[in-house]
């Protein structure tokens, strides 16, 4: 594995690569506001703040419109001039225009008149919404002259790097705490990459991997790399404007890990009111979390402005961070726009998988389970009002973690390969189903 040369580098080569005609313009401290170049760099040196792509968006305004967006790539590459990078051609495997469902078998057992699903569980290449980010992360990557790419992952992510950088002929190492999901290390071990599997939860895997950051130069998509990376998750905001008509929805609920994508949808919004692709109005953000980590679930119920890091106990493994890095953002947008953030036990995480599975047939992770749950907590409520234009984002598979469900499913009726075997079987289960009916209603 090749290693990197110096940050110092790295900074030479993306001035280089910066094109004239690029919208972003420089990394600003989202804390004190100092203004950065475009390097490989997550955080302010004056306060350790995190830093954050701004963009001038001056020029584009009189040249953007919603049919040069529509004739573009079938990709998150149709908002390029929103993402930051420079280069023409960038690492494009088909990722994002999911599927936004208007959800009728939901939003009836719900009580929803308009309810929509943003169904990134078959996001492509690697089925979560985390292959968004890792496209334009490890396009920046290349730009900046990184050959070996890493990241401090909950699963999807290393998922998303291993493929990604296997299709871009890139070195990759990722970290994952040791104990995930069978189908998480699969996702990963399967493109060949360098696995760590860290016997430790993600706040360790993390700490560990800035150390390394720090030391080997890699360009870690969520640590060196976080203020590119994060910028992916806009397209989740851009999509559902535009498959909506262009048009902003009145509420999104959407899972919190970090937080990151949560601000991001925010941020993304905003972009199209300010280019002037939408009409401004206010949209209401409402995030999901576990109980067994919900540390920005409590911030905000208890109206703190500071997160309490807490140590991860849930099924919900993916969006199991204990010290988010965007916690704060996220409970400000959500105060803000006059949204909620709750959270839901690993019981109410599973009947979450298995009602948008049974309503709508989609089969998500736990982390959509925790969103389909926290959505039925706030309808049920009434912090979701029925007429309002309501999204919620179901952002992973849930063929990744079958362990979630195994055991509260039913299981397949074997039987012989005769007619009359058959018959009794579907009789019998039909007999069950009535009794169980039957027990329901006593
Ligand atoms: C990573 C992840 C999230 C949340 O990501 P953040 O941006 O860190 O909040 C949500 N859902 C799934 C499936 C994820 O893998
Ligand atoms: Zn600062």
Redesign the pocket.
């Known amino acids: 594995m090749e290693i990197q040369g110096k940050l110092i580098m790295t900074q030479a080569i993306a001035t280089q690569n910066q094109s004239s005609t690029a919208t972003f313009k420089n990394l600003k401290c989202k804390e004190c506001g100092a203004e950065y170049e475009l390097q490989a760099s997550h955080v302010c040196e004056l306060c350790f703040g995190p830093l954050e792509v701004k963009y001038d968006y001056s020029n584009l305004r009189r040249t953007i419109t919603r049919e040069s967006i529509a004739s573009g790539p079938n990709s998150i590459w149709r908002y390029r001039q929103f993402l930051p990078v420079a280069s023409e051609n960038p690492i494009d495997v088909g990722t994002g225009m999911t599927p936004l469902v208007r959800s009728q078998r939901l939003a009836r057992r719900l009580g929803l008149k308009n309810l929509y699903i943003k169904n990134d569980a078959v996001n492509m290449p690697t089925l979560?919404?985390?292959d968004r980010v890792v496209s334009v992360a490890l396009t920046r990557a290349k730009e900046l002259g990184f050959t070996t790419v890493s990241c401090a992952s909950?699963?999807?992510?290393a998922n998303s790097t291993a493929a990604i950088a296997a299709h871009a002929g890139l070195d990759c190492c990722v970290f994952i705490p040791a104990d995930l999901e069978a189908g998480k290390i699969m996702g990963s071990l399967i493109y060949n990459p360098t696995l760590m599997a860290v016997e430790g939860n993600y706040d360790q895997v993390n700490r560990l991997c800035s150390e390394v950051a720090n030391t080997h130069g890699w360009g870690f998509v969520n640590i060196n790399l976080r203020p590119y990376y994060?910028e992916g998750?806009k397209t989740l905001g851009f999509e559902v404007a535009e498959q909506l008509g262009w048009k902003l929805p009145d509420h999104i609920v959407a899972?919190?890990?970090?937080?990151?994508?949560?601000t991001k949808i925010y941020k993304g919004f905003n972009e199209f009111v300010e280019v002037g692709l939408v009409e401004d109005k206010p949209v209401r953000f409402s995030g999901a979390q576990a109980e067994g980590c919900s540390p920005i679930a409590k911030a905000f119920k208890e109206g703190r402005d500071f997160i309490q890091p807490v140590k991860p106990n849930t099924i919900a493994k993916?969006?199991a961070?204990g010290n988010?890095a965007?916690g704060i953002y996220a409970t400000e947008i959500a105060k803000k726009t006059n949204g909620n953030i709750e959270s839901v036990t690993d019981a109410e995480i599973i009947e979450g998988m298995k009602l948008l599975a049974e309503t709508e047939g989609i089969f998500t992770?736990t982390?959509?389970g925790t969103t389909v749950a926290v959505l039925k907590k706030l309808v049920e409520a009434g912090k979701i009002d029925p007429d309002e234009t309501t999204v919620v984002y179901i952002?992973?598979n849930g063929l990744k973690t079958q362990e979630a469900v195994q055991g509260y499913i039913g299981e397949p009726l074997t039987i012989e390969a005769k007619l009359d075997s058959f018959e009794r079987a579907l009789e019998r289960s039909r007999t069950l189903e009535r009794l169980e009916w039957q027990q329901i209603l006593v």
């Open positions: 979560s919404f985390k909950t699963g999807n992510l994060s998750s899972p919190l890990a970090s937080g990151s994508l949560f993916s969006i961070i988010p965007d992770e982390a959509g952002t992973g």
